[in-house]
Nanobody, 122 residues
């Protein structure tokens, strides 16, 4: 069982930056990812990273603005979000798979954090 806790969300103006963190309860070398959800919509993929950070994947909507990274020594994953837009407003969730294959599919992720709110004002 892996427990995940997100932090770093908040209110920021359009064009600003935030860095989200996701701390894991134990060492995990599986694929990790970030998803986001707004009320009334499906939870959508944002970014994913493989076990050592050498492979990453992004949703087209965040490519070039967001950067995913991880520090396995600290059991922590990050999401650096720059040039934020009002449409980035959502609850952001971190998640971990049980495998080593990079995936963008929500159902492939087994463990989830409680989420952190990101609000971008125009």
């Amino acid at each position: 069982q892996v427990q995940l806790v997100e932090s770093g969300g908040g209110l920021v103006q359009a064009g600003g930056s935030l860095r989200l963190s996701c701390g894991a309860s134990g060492r995990t070398l599986n694929v990790m990812g970030w998803f986001r959800q707004v009320p009334g919509k499906e939870r959508e993929f944002v970014a994913a990273i493989n076990w050592n950070g050498s492979i990453t994947k992004y949703a087209d909507s965040v490519k070039g603005r967001f950067t995913i990274s991880r520090d396995n020594a600290k059991n922590t994953m990050y999401l650096q979000m720059n040039s934020l837009k009002p449409e980035d407003t959502a609850i952001y969730y971190c998640a971990v798979t049980k495998g080593l294959v990079l995936t963008t599919t929500r159902d492939d992720y087994t463990y989830w954090g409680q989420g952190t709110q990101v609000t971008v004002s125009s």
